[in-house]
């Protein structure tokens, strides 16, 4: 229905750019979580991802003769995609599904022109810190119940210290705009960090950022 509303607006100039942006998170220690719950994670950032892409991909230009310029793929992933802190495994292993997809459309969309590229925001001042619950009560009997009560606290100072949402928009006109963008774009100095140091010093990092003794 999106893609037959969006062909009637564009008619034969096709899109321009694709933003995928949807996206759900959540804290929980990958020994408990529910597997329901990782499921509907990945249906959200990485299978709709891909289902959206493959709808829109023919207005992007791929197609045989196509008469309009290739358009761009530009995927919101996160830090996440590069570097994963405790409590937030499920979504982490979501966003480096994104970083893989990516890398794959674009080397398989060369063949029409169409550029793909990835976003990797760290923490944004956006609703999503509002929506984060009250501490989680579920795993309150396990060896990680101190850290879990922590959580809503944490989660909601990550917030407040997040960068403005326009670091993003602004971010998204650019890849958009440019001759020649970048395959990605990392928006905090963690993407770099996390290529530079070895697993054990960034291990005592996230632990650390997390509250783990």
């Avoid at 509907?40 to 197609?63: D, I, K, S, Y």
């Avoid at 020649?180 to 770099?192: F, S």
């Avoid at 960090?193 to 990092?205: E, K, M, N, P, Y």
Wanted: proline residues 7%; aromatic residues 6%; contains cysteine.
């Amino acid at each position: 229905s999106a893609v037959q509303q969006v062909q009637l607006a564009v008619g034969g100039a096709g899109l321009c750019a694709l933003v995928n942006n949807s996206g759900v998170s959540g804290a929980a220690p990958l020994m408990h979580v529910p597997i329901d719950e990782v499921r509907q994670m990945f249906e959200v950032n990485v299978f709709g991802l891909l289902q959206v892409t493959q709808a829109f991909l023919p207005l992007l230009g791929a197609r045989d003769n196509c008469p309009h310029a290739p358009g761009r793929v530009i995927n919101i992933s996160s830090i996440s995609g590069g570097l994963v802190f405790p409590f937030v495994g499920a979504y982490g292993g979501s966003k480096h599904a994104v970083e893989a997809f990516s890398d794959a459309l674009r080397r398989e969309l060369g063949i029409f022109g169409i550029k793909v590229i990835a976003i990797e925001p760290g923490n944004i001042r956006t609703p999503i810190w509002e929506k984060s619950p009250e501490a989680d009560t579920r795993y309150a009997h396990t060896a990680y119940a101190s850290h879990m009560a922590k959580m809503p606290e944490l989660l909601a100072k990550m917030g407040r210290e997040g960068a403005p949402p326009e670091l993003v928009s602004k971010t998204i006109l650019r890849a958009i705009r440019s001759a020649r963008p970048r395959t990605r774009y990392p928006l905090t100095p963690l993407w770099r960090i996390s290529r530079i140091c070895g697993d054990r010093v960034l291990d005592r990092l996230t632990r650390t950022a997390m509250g783990i003794q």
